[in-house]
């Protein structure tokens, strides 16, 4: 059971590059989110979706888009890095329902320059 | 908007002293509020949930209590040993699985 994996675990960009950050999940959770956890703000949340094919805004989404095709996957895009993106960026499972744990992946340093 | 605070943001004890660790938020129309740990280069893990129907949690040395109307939760650690050293967080849940998390309280236990 590897639970809630995300890649890269690092990743260097340049300002204006674009790229995606994966997660997957084996537990068959319908809630994925992505947070991110910057010093001294805490991890703030960027998207979630509560099922496949759903997805909403969480109270950090400039500059990321999200898709859920699947209830496994659920990759975060960067349209255009920028270096207020630099961050360490984590995903986050759980069943539905309001009383479920969340599970966190262990994160993808991501550094723009 | 919800706003969830955790004081200290350090914190330093002997080995064998039990640790209290502060969070308190805003808004009380929570569904749940939820423990982390959280280890250097790591991710979260859970450590307890409790219900807005609930006071308290317990898992081992770990008691968690909530108190809605006063927008307070304690978790307590019990006889704290050196593994215990970690970041723990709390966070508080909304409708639509929105967490809204706190700063965190970086702990230290001196062997």
């Known amino acids: 059971n590897a639970g809630v994996t995300q890649t890269p675990k690092f990743q260097v960009l340049k300002t204006g590059q674009s790229m995606t950050l994966q997660c997957a999940q084996d537990?068959?959770?319908?809630?994925m989110s992505w947070y991110r956890q910057d010093p001294g703000m805490g991890l703030r949340l960027i998207h979630y979706?509560?099922?496949?094919?759903?997805?909403d805004q969480g109270e950090v989404p400039n500059g990321y888009n999200v898709s859920r095709s699947t209830t496994e996957d659920f990759p975060l895009r960067l349209l255009s890095a920028a270096p207020s993106q630099t961050s360490v960026y984590f995903c986050?499972?759980?069943?539905?329902?309001?009383?479920?744990?969340?599970?966190f992946g262990d994160g993808t340093r991501l550094s723009i320059l | 908007k919800q706003e969830v605070t955790q004081i200290p943001a350090a914190l330093s004890v002997p080995e064998g002293e039990n640790l209290v660790l502060n969070c308190s938020f805003t808004?009380?129309?929570?569904?749940?509020l939820q423990w982390f740990r959280q280890d250097p280069g790591k991710g979260l893990t859970s450590l307890l949930l409790?219900?807005?129907?609930?006071r308290e949690q317990t898992s081992g040395r770990l008691n968690a209590s909530l108190d809605k109307s006063s927008g307070r939760s304690t978790l307590y650690i019990a006889a704290s040993q050196p593994g215990d050293s970690a970041t723990y967080l709390c966070?508080?849940?909304?409708?639509?699985?929105?967490?809204?998390f706190g700063g965190g309280t970086r702990v230290l236990v001196k062997p």
């Open positions: 808004d009380s129309a929570i569904y749940n």
């Open positions: 537990m068959n959770h319908e809630y």
């Open positions: 986050a499972s759980s069943y539905g329902g309001e009383n479920q744990p969340q599970h």
């Open positions: 979706s509560v099922g496949a094919g759903i997805t």
């Open positions: 409790i219900q807005s129907s609930q």
């Open positions: 966070a508080a849940k909304a409708a639509g699985n929105k967490l809204t």
